[in-house]
């Protein structure tokens, strides 16, 4: 595992999936799902999750995403494969170096393997809309 990953040291719930590859971990139990960047882990209740829609953006494009307080991180993976999802949450606690604190609402585009999806989709309640 990187090295720069902070370790999930609370988790709420069983585990039901795990997936790390190199910048980008993603874990869900029961009630949450957790995404990990090196020195940030972002712990989401699956009930705060209030949408996932697909996310294309052109070919080649680096995205920079920042929050509220000006922190910022840049998504060059678009291109990696895997399909994206924009995640509409209500509220996320972020554990970094510095402590773990809460936050309002956030949005984050995050590649998702079907399989991880529909784990998701399952245990937060969500549903297809066509």
Avoid: C, W
Avoid at 55 to 65: D, M, N, Q, V
């Amino acid at each position: 595992m990187n090295p720069d990953f902070i370790s999930i040291q609370m988790t709420d719930g069983e585990l039901k999936y795990s997936h790390k590859k190199s910048g980008l971990g993603l874990t869900v139990t029961t009630k949450e799902l957790i995404v990990q960047k090196p020195h940030v882990n972002y712990y989401i209740p699956l009930q705060a999750i209030l949408s996932i829609v697909p996310f294309e953006a052109a070919k080649g494009r680096t995205l920079t995403l920042s929050s509220r307080s000006g922190g910022g991180s840049e998504l060059t993976s678009m291109s990696a494969g895997l399909p994206h999802y924009k995640l509409s949450v209500s509220g996320v606690k972020l554990h970094n170096r510095s402590g773990i604190f809460a936050m309002g609402a956030v949005e984050f585009i995050v590649p998702l393997r079907d399989e991880l999806l529909l784990t998701v989709s399952r245990l937060s309640g969500l549903h297809a809309v066509e």
